[in-house]
């Protein structure tokens, strides 16, 4: 203000100042030189206000401002981080993907996308799908399936394909595809994930060859050593010696038991790749339990397989895989109630199924096993060490009465016993009975 009088210059000053009582004020000081008619500065006019009120707003203002600055510093840096970590996220899905806009132009694609196809993301981005890779992508199902994705919320689910890329030559793909579940503007997005699956199928193959080749292998030896007990045993018989047919029996019990294990092995491969033939024909149930049961009853001499229910009912299916199917329910029966020597099998017939029950008065299943035990390889935890077995014959046997139409399950009491049931629809119109 000195300098400002000194000068003869206009001067706005603004004065941190305490009233007499010691209250905080801001006083507005401006200081205007009046000059007379030769411009000489006759006086000063000095206006003073109290601008407390204001100082305090502005003073308010700029602390928000503060705030607002330090939030849109702390935002920034969640938005950064939640979005590297969702990028690192999505580099580490062993899947290959990609977002498709609604007309199928690539939006964005992971890592493991161009590893796979060796593609770089510059090139590929805002192509269409079906034209990258020299238009490999454009195969007709897929196609079908990715455009209804968006308006029918069409999703595609494991969807299986083998193909042979420019790039990376023949490869084996499952792909699965839905819309993305975003709001607004990205709504009308799909994200397409793609497995490279070309190990693991030729690891499969490969898997499959091996149990072909062993099961092959196995059998072979196994049929003729069934074919020179059956001699050895006719002429024990003959000769009337008691021991060696007993001997005779109890080989052909364990040569039956390795067959079956053998015929299930090969099933349970052949049924993952959905290689098994089904013959069918019609035949009488009958004939089918009565035949199954005497290849039982030889094996197993001392058990009593009480039937009720039989009826001349014909039905249609694959005779000698349902007749499989007879045998690895009486061979469990058996197998699993050391302590009993009875087993039943009952018949009913409905107007459009027969219902087939084996039951034993073994050891049971418990109520957790009970829904269990139909998945491959799967056996009951306690009884595992006290019975031989592998877990796949009841899995080969729930797979062939699906295969008939038909559903197999069980009802079980622990140490009480176990009835397994079966249904296989009836041929209308041949039925003896009726
Ligand atoms: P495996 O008998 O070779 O183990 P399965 O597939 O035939 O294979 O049976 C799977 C499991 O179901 C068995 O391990 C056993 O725990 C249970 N199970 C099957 N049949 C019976 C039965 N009659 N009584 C008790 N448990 C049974």
């Known amino acids: 203000m000195r300098k400002a009088i000194a000068n003869g210059e206009h001067c706005q000053i603004l004065v941190k100042n305490y009233k007499k ?135 595609i689910e494991g969807f299986e394909f083998q193909n042979d890329f420019d790039s990376i030559g023949q490869k084996m793909l499952v792909i699965n595809a839905r819309q993305m579940s975003l709001k607004g503007k990205y709504q009308e997005r799909i994200l397409l994930a793609i497995e490279d699956i070309s190990e693991r199928k030729a690891m499969e193959y490969r898997k499959e060859d091996f149990i072909n080749i062993a099961s092959h292998e196995m059998r072979t030896p196994l049929t003729s050593i069934k074919g020179n007990i059956q001699i050895l045993e006719k002429i024990a018989e003959k000769n009337d010696h008691s021991a060696y047919i007993k001997g005779f029996n109890a080989t052909n019990k364990s040569v039956a038991r390795l067959e079956r294990l053998i015929y ?93 029950s084996v039951t034993d008065n073994g050891v049971g299943i418990s109520k957790h096993d009970q829904v269990r035990i139909f998945e491959r390889f799967y056996r009951a935890e306690d009884i595992s060490a006290k019975f031989p077995g592998v877990g796949v014959g009841l899995y080969v046997c729930h797979q062939i009465v699906k295969e008939h139409n038909g559903t197999l399950w069980v009802e079980s009491v622990e140490k009480k016993g176990s009835t397994f049931n079966f249904t296989i629809p009836i041929i209308q119109g041949i039925r003896a009975d009726v």
């Open 21 to 155: 009582e010691g209250r905080l004020f801001w006083n507005e000081l401006m200081i205007s030189p009046v000059k007379d008619a030769s411009g000489s500065i006759t006086h000063y006019i000095g206006i003073q206000n109290d601008v407390t009120k204001r100082v305090r707003a502005e003073l308010r203002l700029e602390e928000q401002r503060d705030q607002l600055d330090e939030k849109v510093r702390e935002r920034t840096f969640n938005l950064e981080e939640s979005e590297s970590y969702l990028t690192a996220i999505v580099e580490t899905i062993r899947e290959s993907l990609v977002v498709l806009d609604s007309n199928f132009h690539i939006l964005s694609v992971n890592q493991n996308f161009c590893d796979l196809f060796k593609e770089s993301e510059q090139q590929i981005l805002g192509k269409d799908l079906f034209k990258i890779g020299n238009c490999k992508w454009n195969i007709p199902e897929l196609k079908e399936m990715l455009i209804k994705v968006l308006p029918h919320k069409n999703p």
């Open 264 to 356: 299930d092995l090969l099933d349970v491969a052949k049924m993952q790749s959905g290689k098994v033939q089904f013959n069918f024909e019609q035949f009488s149930l009958k004939k089918l339990i009565e035949e199954s049961i005497e290849i039982i009853k030889h094996e197993s001499p001392t058990y009593r397989i009480v039937v009720s229910g039989l009826k001349e009912d014909y039905v249609e299916g694959d005779y000698g895989r349902l007749e499989q199917v007879m045998i690895n329910l009486l061979s469990n029966a058996v197998k699993y109630s050391p302590e009993s020597s009875e087993i039943h099998v009952h018949v009913s017939c409905l107007p459009e199924y027969c219902k087939v």
